[in-house]
Nanobody, 114 residues
Framework: QVQFVESGGGLVQPAGSLRLSCAASVRLFNIGAMGWYRQAPGKQRELVARIGSSGSTNYADSVKGRFTISRDNVKNTVYLQMNSLKPEDTAVYYC????????WGQGTQVTVSS
């Protein structure tokens, strides 16, 4: 069973930056497209960034120009660089295949607050 372990979250002030990491238990090459998702309190989980196996990327309008997704197929790790963070970015962030597998990791909490 594929496992994803997210890390790098924390408390940051508005306009600050964080870099999230997602380690996969299997070769990313075999998984294909990967995504970063987030779930804020009382809201449904949403896809915020996607990276294809070839490196092509797509972003939700709410994060476009601020977030950058990347992948390292040697390290089997996916990253999410988040800049110019806003309070509305506060959520638990998860990585998964896109479309997602049934299994979800524990996620990493990102809190943007002054």
């Amino acid at each position: 069973q594929v496992q994803f372990v997210e890390s790098g979250g924390g408390l940051v002030q508005p306009a600050g930056s964080l870099r999230l990491s997602c380690a996969a238990s299997v070769r990313l090459f075999n998984i294909g497209a990967m995504g970063w998702y987030r779930q804020a309190p009382g809201k449904q989980r949403e896809l915020v960034a996607r990276i294809g196996s070839s490196g092509s990327t797509n972003y939700a309008d709410s994060v476009k120009g601020r977030f950058t997704i990347s992948r390292d197929n040697v390290k089997n790790t996916v990253y999410l660089q988040m800049n110019s963070l806003k309070p509305e970015d506060t959520a638990v962030y998860y990585c998964n295949r896109n479309p997602p597998l049934t299994y979800w990791g524990q996620g990493t909490q990102v809190t943007v607050s002054s």
